[in-house]
Nanobody, 129 residues
Framework: QLQLVESGGGLVQPGGSLRLSCAAS????????IGWFRQAPGKNREGFAC????????NYADSVKGRFTISRDNTDNGVLLQMNSLKPEDTAVYYC??????????????????????WGQGTQVSVSS
């Protein structure tokens, strides 16, 4: 399993941008799919983005499609989440996750928490004027 640490959260105005980073340690980073989840107070956890082990395939929830971009660099064990056109409803704690199931599996089930083995500690993103 990987150990994951998120960074880059903060306060941003509506319409602004923020970039989150996820730093991974442990063996075999290039073999894991990486996803992002978020949870707002009083709301269910939402899995909204995933990138496959090679970085060649991504999946997004409709709530962030066209605004968020997930990418990875297997040379430095890092994953980025670029968030543009942020809305107040994007306010949440954001978590980086990793899992070792197949690419075909994650194309369908990327949004399920049970699809992943490791979770970071989370970083707060607040969108407010």
């Amino acid at each position: 399993q990987l150990q994951l640490v998120e960074s880059g959260g903060g306060l941003v105005q509506p319409g602004g941008s923020l970039r989150l980073s996820c730093a991974a340690s442990g063996y075999g980073f290039e073999s894991y799919a990486i996803g992002w989840f978020r949870q707002a107070p009083g709301k269910n956890r939402e899995g909204f983005a995933c990138v496959n082990d090679r970085g060649s395939s991504t999946n997004y929830a409709d709530s962030v499609k066209g605004r968020f971009t997930i990418s990875r660099d297997n040379t430095d064990n890092g994953v980025l989440l670029q968030m543009n056109s942020l809305k107040p409803e994007d306010t949440a704690v954001y978590y980086c996750v990793s899992g070792a199931k197949s690419e075909a599996y994650y194309k369908v089930y990327y949004y399920l928490g049970s699809s992943y083995d490791s979770w970071g500690q989370g970083t707060q993103v607040s969108v407010s004027s």
